[in-house]
């Protein structure tokens, strides 16, 4: 493998595991016996989860060198 995919096979494992710790996180936040919610919060939460998520599968799916949104005459 190349330098560079090494490097981003480096860096996309362990952001890629800080990640799913901090989701982990948020799913510890359903304990009734600790916390108290409105399932609004709850919607609000996984929305912007889900949204993140459909960032970065967008970014990975742009063809190389796509620049975003880039005014152009």
């Not at 799913?27 to 399932?39: C, F, H, I, V």
């Not at 929305?47 to 880039?70: I, M």
Request: hydrophobic share 35%; aromatic share 6%.
């Amino acid at each position: 493998m190349t330098q560079k995919h090494d490097k981003f096979r480096e860096l996309a494992e362990g952001r890629t595991n800080k990640a799913l710790e901090a989701i982990i996180r948020i799913g510890k936040l359903s304990n009734r016996q600790l916390y108290e919610w409105d399932d609004a919060e709850v919607r609000k939460i996984t929305k912007a989860l889900r949204d993140a998520v459909a960032e970065v599968e967008k970014k990975f799916s742009a063809p190389k060198g796509a620049k975003e949104n880039k005014f152009k005459l």
